[in-house]
C-alpha cells in the first residue's frame, strides 16, 4: 500500500485533472496577455493599470494564480515525492514549498488588492 506524504491523499485521476484543468486557465492568460502586448506595444503604466482595474479582470488574475500554485504543487510533489527518500527531508521540503506557494499566493492577492 502506498503511504501518503504529510497525509495529503493524492489520487492519480484528480492529480491528473487539476494539472489539466490548470494548464487550460493558465494557457488562456498567456494567450490572453499576449494578444494585449500585441495590441498595445508601447504600453505605458496606466494602459496597464487600466487592464487590471475592472473587478472580472482582478478575479480572473487570482484564478490565475491559483491555477499556478496549484498547478506548481503537483508537479513539484510528484518530483520531490520520486526524488527525494528520506522521509524528514522530503516533509521539509513540501512544507517550504507550500509555505512558499501560499505566501506567493497571498503577496499577490494584496498586490492585485491594493491598487
Known amino acids: 500500500m502506498v503511504k501518503s506524504v504529510l497525509g495529503v491523499n493524492h489520487q492519480g485521476l484528480r492529480d491528473w485533472v487539476i494539472q489539466r484543468v490548470t494548464s487550460v486557465v493558465i494557457a488562456i492568460a498567456i494567450i490572453g496577455l499576449a494578444i494585449f502586448f500585441i495590441q498595445h506595444p508601447n504600453l505605458n503604466f496606466v494602459e496597464w493599470r487600466m487592464l487590471f482595474a475592472p473587478l472580472g479582470m482582478r478575479v480572473f488574475t487570482l484564478l490565475v494564480v491559483l491555477s499556478l500554485a496549484f498547478h506548481a504543487w503537483g ?3 510528484g518530483i520531490v515525492t520520486d526524488y527525494i527518500h528520506p522521509a524528514l527531508v522530503r516533509f521539509v521540503l513540501h ?9 506567493s499566493f497571498f503577496w499577490i492577492l494584496l498586490t492585485m488588492w491594493s491598487v
Do not use: C
Not at 95 to 103: A, D, K, P, R, Y
Open 75 to 77: 508537479g513539484i510533489w
Open 95 to 103: 512544507w517550504i514549498i507550500f509555505l512558499t506557494l501560499l505566501s
